[in-house]
């Protein structure tokens, strides 16, 4: 079950991290998310700063469908979007966490009522999503 916290909903995995974001890729699409763009910090790191980190991926999820209503509601809320959900290798405890930003909490920012129910829904999925990622071997 996820675990919520300020702004996401997280699950911790007994699970390799490469597996883990191929898993991760999948259960979005199979809730209707496509993943706009992905953000490998370990190899930025490495790259800009010349040092090792923790694997960390940021998938920026999207639902067409959703953030068109969205953006019909007001259109500079692409500011807000994709919902990112992250994968990241937490070392010591020899683990892998999965979260995802709680879009209720995001899309509140916006102050429109007419958001709720699109957040609230998006929100089911990626609980979906992540509850599907418990359930894989």
């Given at each position: 079950m996820p675990t919520a916290t300020n702004y996401g909903l997280s699950i911790t995995l007994d699970r390799p991290f490469e597996a883990t974001v191929d898993a991760a890729r999948a259960a979005l699409?199979?809730?209707?998310?496509?993943?706009?763009?992905?953000?490998?910090?370990?190899?930025?790191f490495q790259k800009k700063?010349?040092?090792?980190?923790?694997?960390?991926?940021?998938?920026?999820?999207?639902s067409p469908s959703h953030a068109r209503e969205a953006l019909n509601v007001d259109a500079d809320l692409g500011l807000l979007l994709p919902c990112?959900?992250?994968?990241?290798r937490d070392e010591l405890a020899g683990r892998t966490r999965v979260a995802?930003?709680?879009p209720v909490v995001a899309l509140s920012v916006a102050v429109q009522p007419a958001l709720?129910?699109?957040?609230?829904h998006i929100r089911e999925r990626l609980e979906r999503?992540?509850?599907a990622l418990e359930k894989m071997p």
């Open positions: 699409a199979a809730e209707g998310f496509g993943v706009l763009m992905e953000a490998d910090l370990r190899a930025t700063l010349g040092v090792d980190s923790a694997p960390y991926v940021i998938l920026g999820a999207c990112n959900v992250i994968v990241r995802a930003i709680d709720e129910p699109v957040a609230r999503v992540l509850a």
